[in-house]
């Protein structure tokens, strides 16, 4: 046999052995099949969990898209280079989520200070933690991360990854070591098989990190009514001189019916349409509710907790810069009615009371945001803000499935 037959047939049976690679799947954020787990009754075994692993499919790089409304965001999406989302990381990270055995004691995992029914948040001042112990922090929610680099409040994880390793050896969190923690996955062979599938070093605490940024990025508030109203409410100011003669622009006209038919289908409510006016205007939300996910990101003092004696100086602790003493990081005002209290210390129990926070301008100190200013708001003012926030902000999360954990062992 020649060289060159030789060097044919090892092409040959090179290009035969080798793996299926399949091209990357685009997928939008919120369907179902990315978050309901593995298929199956009570907990997970070792075979269903081999049978989905074996799947390349699940192993497939994904290319995501945002829902309707948040995906004009989409230019801020942050999905590091070394962690790529795929079916498979989504799953695993959902496990870990909601699994307590990462706790010291089996008591507390992610969701219970991040629950699902809850708002992805918790319903207590400060989250509680293993043997009930609390901190000064009120829970931050953890849905449109995907959206975010800086996590925490006060910014101090500088990714998602980083953060959500953080709580696992918080002594007043979850009370664990990060090397207990891993100690305790590598010795359940489900977990260890699937650690082994999904990263080229098995488990470690940073791809523990990394599967449940990939699990979170996967969280995503659904379209709410304010989605559909905004672009029909911009085409008609757009086109304002020219409705009634829209019969001689099909297109247009087709255009234009839609919009109509969706925006019925998904009504904002007459106070929620003024609340939504407002947001925008007068009452200047805005200003930090920036953008999609109503949210700028960044760290503002708004003067909650600056008259104590010894306040919570937030993002200061990070940076040690004068400007960010007692700032805080914005939250995003979607389906912020689910996940009360509010503000980073939990003090102000409702929408209303956050409002009226707003509406005296805060709480004057030497760092307060200049973006902070008395709004002199009416009473119905106040009440058409709450209802935008309540009904016309608020929309479906994805199907999440709680349970389908690993078995013991």
Not at 11 to 34: C, K, M
Request: with cysteine; charged share 25%.
């Amino acid at each position: 046999m020649t060289i060159q037959r030789i060097l044919m047939c090892a092409a040959a049976t090179l290009v035969a052995t080798s793996p299926t690679v399949f091209a990357a799947e685009t997928v939008s954020l919120g369907d179902p099949t990315l978050t309901a787990g593995i298929p199956g009754e009570g907990p997970l075994t070792l075979e269903q969990a081999q049978r989905f692993m074996a799947d390349s499919k699940n192993h497939a790089e994904l290319d995501v898209a945002l829902p309707k409304g948040l995906d004009a965001a989409a230019g801020n999406i942050y999905i590091p280079e070394d962690n790529p989302m795929t079916r498979a990381k989504i799953e695993l990270g959902r496990q870990l989520y909601f699994d307590p055995r990462l706790s010291a004691d089996g008591t507390i995992s992610c969701a219970t200070c991040h629950a699902a029914e809850t708002g992805w948040g918790a319903p207590t001042q400060f989250g509680v933690g293993i043997r009930g112990l609390t901190g000064n922090r009120n829970s931050p929610v953890s849905f449109n991360r995907i959206l975010s680099k800086h996590q925490f409040h006060d910014g101090r994880a500088a990714s998602l990854e980083e953060q959500a390793v953080g709580p696992i050896a918080n002594p007043i969190e979850m009370g664990n070591t990060h090397d207990v923690c891993v100690k305790t996955l590598a010795d359940n062979a489900i977990y260890k098989a699937q650690f082994d599938k999904v990263f080229d070093d098995g488990v470690t605490i940073d791809n523990v990190g990394k599967a449940l940024a990939t699990f979170e990025r996967a969280i995503v508030t659904g379209p709410a009514p304010y989605d559909y109203y905004a672009p029909l409410s911009a085409f008609e100011k757009t086109f304002a001189e020219d409705l009634e003669y829209l019969d001689e622009e099909p297109e247009l006209a087709e255009q234009y019916a839609k919009l109509q038919a969706e925006a019925a289908k998904n009504p904002m409510t007459e106070s929620s349409i003024r609340g939504m006016e407002l947001t925008f205007g007068k009452a200047n939300c805005t200003a930090c509710h920036a953008g999609a996910n109503f949210t700028d990101e960044q760290f503002h003092n708004l003067g909650v907790g600056m008259e104590t004696e010894k306040p919570d100086l937030g993002r200061f602790e990070i940076t040690k810069d004068d400007k960010d003493r007692g700032a805080f990081k914005t939250p995003t005002m979607r389906n912020v009615a689910d996940s009360g209290p509010y503000m980073h210390d939990g003090s102000q129990e409702t929408l209303e009371e956050v409002i009226e926070w707003y509406n005296k301008g805060g709480h004057a100190n030497p760092y307060l945001s200049d973006k902070m200013k008395p709004l002199n708001l009416t009473e119905q003012e106040k009440a058409d803000l709450v209802e935008f926030m309540r009904q016309g902000l608020q929309s479906d999360f994805p199907v999440i499935e709680p349970g389908r954990l690993p078995a013991d062992g």
